[in-house]
């Protein structure tokens, strides 16, 4: 009897589990270590990239090392590493392309956000542009491979059947040297789009995720924005993340004292119905090649877009935090669901 009562309730936990897999432990114990913007230890996955990083430049070559140093010694399960390096116009670029395909299925989602900085800016640090951005992706990254890990009952179950890997993308070179145009800008996603045309990877991706300027402060200027739905293909994994947001808002409104905003708006249909590319990034030559696109970008830009101004000091803890539990449980939704 006893042993049956224990039986029970550990199937009890473990459908507990399954169902309201918010994955709200995992994040507690690891998101305020890994991006905070106090703490110096070396898990901090955000500090780091309070640097310039100009293309081919001594301090990209050291965040490019600590990017790869992350899959190489923090990850448990197997990683492959890809770097696409290429020079154009007298500067080095390096892409770096990681991914975990634990079913070695031919169907990808990307998630991606570009590492540079801008070269005409003396000393330009890119915080929402896009440090932040790769921050999440690194803690994305870490968590995909914990959980999936340690949750062997959902890899087993979704990863096997639904045959969906991951690939995570920091591109370099999305800056424009001197002005941008569609030459002189995103050189690291053209490269790396042409190079998967010829192998025919492009057409192994399912869904394209871009973070950009995601992360900053609200200020008097832009007290507010929208992330928008842009791309009819994408729209309806659009509301799914909008579903997603909208749990959290809930939970986190109700228990924290911070007050987190809506972003998604997924009835606001204007730049759907013209279903073009309005915002110029690194998702465009992927787009071009019909690639499904989710950019995440907020609009109206951050007051310091493109500025000096665009440091440490401008980012929201909160912000990064809402927007890394969120991309989080979409990943585990997408794998488990399928697309
Ligand atoms: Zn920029």
Known sequence: MRTMILQIWALISVVAKFVNADYSEYHNKHMSQQLSLSNNSTSNLLLPFDTTRV?????????????INHYKRQMKQNWTIELDNFQENGYNYTNMIFTLDPTNSEKYIVFAAHYDTIVNIDGFIGAVDSAASCSILLYLSQFLDTVSFEDRYLLDKKWDSNEMGIKIIFFDGEEAIHEWTETDSIYGSRHLSEKWMKTGEISQIELFILLDLIG??????????????????SHKYYQELSHIEDKYLNENNNTNTVAHEKELFPTDVLYLMLNKVLIEDDHVPFYNANVSILHLIPF??????????????????NEIHRWSTILCNFAMKLLSDGL
């Open 216 to 233: 900053g402060k609200r200020t008097e200027k832009v007290p507010n924005w929208k992330i928008k739905s842009y791309y009819k293909s």
């Open 300 to 317: 109206p830009f951050p007051e310091t877009w493109h500025t000096i101004n665009d440091s440490f000091e401008t980012l929201d803890i």
């Open 55 to 67: 293309p081919g430049s001594p301090e990209s070559l050291y965040i490019q090392d600590f990017i």
